[in-house]
């Protein structure tokens, strides 16, 4: 009788137990709200260092940033230690979700609508963070950025795909480091280095770890049939009017970057000289960011459309449902960039596109950007001509077994 009593003692207790851990549990934020909220900490952060003399040494603003990062990285480990499994692709998010509101906060004091919070880390930190370039770019990581983190964490914890959106901000993060640093140090900033600004170096290195993890992942492929599949790959360009408009599109931003890459090479033909001087003269800007873009469209954009063409050409390239959105991703950063920074007030008058010549060059640089897009948005919504070939014969099987 007593043992009958004990078992059910601790049986209730048990139940109890668990019961009180689910509740528990259901009361907890979801993860990407307790991630938004940390990330909210980040201009209080900002603000208490600008009012403390101590911390606006070139050094322990590097330290204290390093110390900053590993808290949020402390706080978001005990935020999902009741989870089973997380990716680890869930911390470069949530830590980048802290770093987008910085940049936020940096844009908004640089243009005017807030103060307090940057001066010392512009000062004894990163100065060319008051670049329009830099500032631009800090919109995007603080909107768009922050936006897609919270999306990808979201999916992340509800068992749903974000690969893609994943692959998206890979695009646009790389895109965003392999110009900004190089511009710093060819730039009029490179003889301003301060040691807060090798704090981007794991910043530039993560974006190609995580996109290598992204595209080693399988591929979330839609349901198409096999007829359907063979039906498309059995037309060609011509047969195909969206894609040969947008090869012809890519052809035409293949063009347009080479031009541009000879121009900031200091190209000796008229055609260079007019454009630099009367359309874009923000190409010459000697903060550097501007030549950086345009040599990286020369030697990594260009490849990249050749391949995208081949794509659009040759049947059974599933690739192509990656690299479209990835390349997307970094053209939509790139050109919001360089498209921003060459209107701001940050950008001296004399770099500025000329307000006569401000159509025709707007124009191109919103096709560079929309074409990549439009592409990947074409991919997506009818990828039966990029799956993998069908074997001959395996349709007509397939209908003997309906």
Not at 2 to 23: G, H, K, P, R, V
Not at 76 to 81: A, E, G, P, S
């Amino acid at each position: 009788m007593t043992s009958e009593l004990n078992f059910e003692t601790y049986w209730m207790a048990d139940t109890l137990e668990q019961q009180s851990n689910i509740t528990f549990s259901n009361m907890r934020p979801p993860v990407e709200v307790s991630v938004f909220l940390l990330s909210l900490l980040a201009p209080g952060v900002l603000y208490t260092m600008n009012n403390i003399p101590a911390l606006q040494e070139p050094l322990p603003i590097l330290g204290m940033g390093m110390v900053v990062l590993g808290s949020v990285l402390l706080l978001l480990l005990l935020t999902v230690r009741h989870k089973m499994k997380v990716d680890p692709l869930f911390y470069v998010f949530a830590e980048f979700s802290f770093t987008s509101m910085v940049g936020l906060t940096n844009a908004l004091e640089q243009d005017g609508f807030i103060s307090g919070f940057m001066g010392f880390y512009l000062k004894m930190g990163e100065p060319h963070l008051s670049t329009a370039y830099a500032v631009m770019m800090s919109y995007w990581e603080g909107v768009v950025h922050f936006v897609l983190f919270l999306t990808i964490i979201h999916r992340m914890f509800k068992g749903k795909s974000y690969r893609s959106l994943s692959l998206l901000w890979a695009g646009s993060s790389i895109a965003h480091q392999i110009v900004l640093i190089p511009g710093v140090v060819i730039g009029k900033y490179g003889l301003n280095i301060r040691p807060a600004f090798w704090r981007n170096v794991p910043f530039f290195l993560v974006p190609f770890w995580a996109a290598s993890l992204l595209f080693s992942r399988p591929r979330e492929l839609p349901v198409v049939t096999a007829d359907k599949i063979a039906a498309e790959q059995n037309k060609g360009l011509l047969s195909r009017p969206v894609d040969l408009l947008l090869s012809l599109v890519l052809v035409g931003a293949m063009a347009f970057s080479v031009f541009r890459g000879f121009v900031v090479l200091d190209c000796p033909l008229d055609t260079c000289f007019t454009y630099i001087y009367q359309y874009e003269p923000y190409l010459k800007d000697p903060v550097g960011f501007p030549r950086v873009m345009m040599l990286v469209y020369l030697f990594y954009a260009l490849p990249l459309l050749t391949v995208l063409i081949y794509g659009l050409k040759t049947p059974g390239c599933s690739w192509m449902l990656d690299l479209t959105i990835f390349f997307a991703g970094a053209m939509a950063q790139a050109q919001w960039c360089h498209i921003g920074a060459s209107l701001h007030s940050r950008t001296p008058f004399t770099y500025r596109i000329p307000a006569d010549k401000w159509w025709p060059v707007i124009t191109l640089n919103v096709v560079l950007t929309a074409a990549p897009a439009l592409l990947a948005l074409r991919c997506h919504t009818s990828p039966a001509y990029f799956m993998k070939p069908v074997p001959k014969g395996q349709s007509n099987k397939e209908k003997k077994k309906n």
